[in-house]
């Protein structure tokens, strides 16, 4: 029997996925971003989780796309395939999903660490966008996500270099959250998502949903949403028990309703 692709546990609320294709960089072949979206929707429908983890390896969360798989793939096999679909179906996941990185985050797998919503980095972590040097560009967000997370100019010289940046110049451009030592990558990515796994889940949902739209719509819009998320809320028992612990001076007991 072959090497299961990903390694899937459950710890307490959290949800955790490894990426296992160690012998080439965990690189992302078409099986393995159907199999992750496949677990993260699962997850995503699983009430008992309520944060979700992406991890790799000490060497590599991802190094690419698989390129020996993509090589020969023709324009029209691309649309056939429907070749980011997949992508999309991560894209969709309502949950927090925080990426934890070590090693390579290459091409492809620097697209899936920024499709996450938090990036936890160990000081060993290589961000960067290489496909310029293949002859091609980024093709699953890479373009779009890097510019909005970290501007123009860097993003220009990242992707038309194709350089690799260290873990604390992407802490320094914004692109990840936190760095910290490699053997506290996984004590110190489980604290931040045990801290949001306490949060009301129904409030933690949209407020992803309205930040993501703030990357994506207008001021006037974007403040819309927000509102109707914020008036929304106030029908959720979560709200009375937040807001009624507070002036009762104990800690709430959330229960995502
Ligand atoms: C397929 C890969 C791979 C990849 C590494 N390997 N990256 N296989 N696709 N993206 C394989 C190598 O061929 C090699 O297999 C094994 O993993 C170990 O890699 P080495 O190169 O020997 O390791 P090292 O010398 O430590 O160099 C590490 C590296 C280098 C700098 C990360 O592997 C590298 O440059 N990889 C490619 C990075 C890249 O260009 N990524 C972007 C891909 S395009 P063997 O069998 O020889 O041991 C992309 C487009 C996204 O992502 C578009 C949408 C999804």
Redesign the pocket.
């Known amino acids: 029997m072959s090497e299961p692709l990903l390694l899937v546990e459950r710890r307490e609320a959290v949800g955790l996925i490894r990426l296992n294709r160690p ?7 078409t099986t393995l ?1 159907r199999e992750l979206a496949d677990v993260m929707e699962e997850m995503d429908r699983d009430d008992e989780i309520r944060v979700i983890v992406l991890t790799g390896n000490e ?2 969360f ?9 090589a020969e793939t023709t324009p029209v096999q691309f649309v056939v395939k429907q ?2 679909a997949d ?1 999309e179906r991560i894209r969709r996941i309502a949950k927090p999903i925080i990426a934890s990185v070590s ?2 985050a ?7 660490a920024m499709c996450c919503d938090m990036i936890v980095a160990s000081e060993t972590a ?1 961000f ?4 310029i ?2 002859g ?1 560009i ?5 373009t779009q996500r890097l510019t909005k997370a970290v501007g123009k100019m860097k993003a220009m010289e990242l992707i038309l270099t ?1 350089r ?1 940046m260290s873990a604390q110049e992407a802490f320094e451009l914004g692109l990840v959250n936190r760095v910290v030592p490699q053997d506290k990558l996984e004590e110190e990515t489980m604290a931040l998502a045990g801290e949001i796994a306490s949060k009301p889940p129904i409030a933690v949902r949209l407020g992803k949903q309205a930040v993501l739209k703030a990357l994506d719509l207008t001021l006037e819009h974007g403040l819309h949403f927000e509102q109707n998320a914020f008036f929304m809320l106030f029908s959720s028992e979560d709200q009375r028990e937040g807001m009624k612990a507070f002036v009762e001076k104990r800690k709430p007991e959330f229960k995502g309703k």
């Open positions: 012998r080439v960089l965990n690189a992302l072949n971003v060497k590599a991802a190094a690419g796309a698989d390129i020996q798989e993509m070749f980011f992508w090693g390579y290459l091409g492809g797998g620097n697209e899936l290589r960067g966008q290489p496909e040097n293949l091609v980024p093709g699953a967000g890479g194709g690799m």
